[in-house]
């Protein structure tokens, strides 16, 4: 079983940073595949970017590559959202997310755990 709590949202103006951490429980975080999800008002949840268990390999959405970046420390059972130049269209409930298998990590169903997610609003 692994427990994900989410950090580090919050209110930006557009072209600001924030940097979202979500915690796990459990002594082998550093199996999983990490994945960062986010859900605007009205729409589907999506895939942001995900990062192998050894953190050698990551993922992004087309509509942040270039401005956000994923890292992980295993050590601290954390994984880490680095944000930049923020747009409101970014504007969403980011959640954080576990994956054992690692085998389609845009994919939402092939996640185990979920954490409550952490609201992130981007002024224009």
């Known amino acids: 079983q692994v427990q994900l709590v989410e950090s580090g949202g919050g209110l930006v103006q557009a072209g600001g940073s924030l940097r979202l951490s979500c915690a796990a429980s459990g002594n082998i975080f550093s199996r999983y595949t990490m994945g960062w999800f986010r859900q605007a008002p009205g729409k589907e949840r999506e895939f942001v970017a995900a990062?192998?268990?050894?953190?050698?390999?990551?993922w992004y959405a087309d509509s942040v590559k270039g401005r956000f970046t994923i890292t992980r420390d295993n050590a601290r059972s954390t994984v880490y959202l680095q944000m930049s130049s923020l747009k409101p269209e970014d504007t969403a409930v980011y959640y954080c997310?576990?994956?054992?298998?690692?085998?389609?990590?845009?994919?939402?169903?092939?996640?185990?755990?979920w954490g409550q997610g952490t609201q992130v609003t981007v002024s224009a």
């Open positions: 997310a576990a994956d054992l298998r690692g085998l389609g990590v845009k994919i939402i169903d092939e996640y185990n755990y």
């Open positions: 990062i192998r268990w050894t953190g050698s390999i990551t």
